[in-house]
């Protein structure tokens, strides 16, 4: 199934990045490249993750590399991935 980031998880991804290459711009891009293949596996297997606790609605759910969150939505003919962020976060309710 195809993958879309929306723009809100780009600019998650973004940030994260932009924090992590303030110490090393390499492991910035490094990260961020874990982060999207990630994404990818869960094109493969959409089911894969975990049912968001925040939302309990089974076709949003969650996948995590290393702390952070990937959250995506189940669409019938896409995964969408509507945020990427740290695991002490909680997500905001308008995801």
Same mark, same amino acid.
């Given at each position: 199934?195809? &993958?879309?980031?929306?723009?809100?998880?780009?600019?998650?991804?973004? *940030?994260?990045?932009?924090?992590? *290459?303030?110490?090393?711009?390499?492991? *910035?891009?490094?990260?961020?490249?874990?982060? =999207?293949?990630?994404?990818? =596996?869960?094109?493969?297997?959409?089911?894969?993750?975990?049912? &968001?606790?925040?939302?309990?609605?089974?076709?949003?759910?969650?996948?995590?590399?290393?702390?952070?969150?990937?959250?995506?939505?189940?669409?019938?003919?896409?995964?969408?991935?509507?945020?990427? =962020?740290?695991? *002490?976060?909680?997500?905001?309710?308008?995801?």
């Amino acid at each position: 199934m195809k &993958v879309h980031w929306t723009d809100t998880a780009l600019g998650h991804l973004q *940030a994260i990045h932009d924090y992590i *290459a303030r110490d090393s711009k390499r492991n *910035a891009k490094r990260f961020v490249d874990r982060l =999207t293949r990630k994404s990818q =596996t869960v094109g493969l297997f959409p089911e894969s993750g975990s049912i &968001v606790p925040e939302f309990d609605s089974p076709e949003i759910r969650e996948v995590f590399e290393q702390s952070y969150r990937i959250v995506y939505k189940i669409l019938a003919d896409r995964i969408d991935i509507v945020a990427v =962020t740290h695991g *002490a976060r909680r997500l905001p309710p308008h995801l």
